[in-house]
């Protein structure tokens, strides 16, 4: 071995010069949490903190809105939500197996429906039902306000539902079809009885999400001409901020709202880990 060489073999390895991949990771996530906290510090030090709990954390006004918040706004929140969801849950369910259908024309009119209703904000078609007597004179729809409200919302969420029943549909493996069809079970029973079951458990979390949506579109309900036993969480807070000249109402229908969406929101995450862990 020449002198070179040995001296090669014998020179020490030198250090791996600057900082490893995973030491920059921390100083950059150090950064970004001392950069966080000096905006919340700026940000509490120049906030008027007497103003804040006058105008918005009042508990005299936002106890003046007790008990109706929850026994007037909330309940008939709760209930146009969920008949709309019903309604929306039904004709999805009726436009999915439609859009799967062997005969072309149903085909057609789902994806028709599916299209133009998902297109449509939820406000045109709350004032297009508004309208409807002046285009079918005396008609009026059962229920009133709250028959509107379910129609409103679900025709709209019909077109959404529909494509997630396709899409559970569609993802149940199709041996369980042919192995009910094959001990003579007929089509249709073995659609009810064997597929749509498991789409169902299929497409929860998006359904579970879809009735947050609801949750919220239900504030636009007021464009149909609500009384006030009618109100529902968004126009009772807004009512009430206007009556009492304090945007506290207001604040006390969020945290209201988030009672329910919060909730939902981990049922949604939880059957979504549940179904990515059984797969």
Known sequence: MSAVSEQQATTPTEPRKGLSPRKKQRISRSVQ???????????AALADWGAIRESFLNLDVAGKGLPDLF?????????????????????????????LSTVAPYRWISAIYIEIFRGL????????????????PGFELPGGVYGSA??????????YMAENFRAGIQAVPKGQME?????GMPHMRAMVSIVIPQAIRIVLPPLTNQLVSLLKDSSLVLMLGVTASQVELAKF???????????????????????????????????EARQGAGR
């Open 33 to 43: 949490y001392v950069v966080l906290l000096v905006i919340v510090v700026v940000l």
């Open 150 to 159: 379910a129609l409103g919302l679900g025709v709209v969420s019909a077109a």
């Open 71 to 99: 026994t007037v706004a909330l309940r008939n929140t709760v209930i146009y939500t969920l008949s709309g969801f019903a309604l929306g849950f039904v004709l999805g369910l009726v436009l999915a197996l439609m859009r």
């Open 237 to 271: 807070g807004n009512d009430q901020s206007s009556t009492f000249a304090n945007p506290t109402p207001i604040l006390a229908t969020g945290l209201t709202y988030l009672l329910i969406t919060i909730p939902l929101g981990y049922v949604a995450r939880r059957l």
């Open 179 to 183: 192995a009910a069809r094959s001990l």
């Open 121 to 136: 904000p939820i406000l045109l078609i709350f004032l297009l039902i508004g309208s409807l007597p002046l285009a079918f």
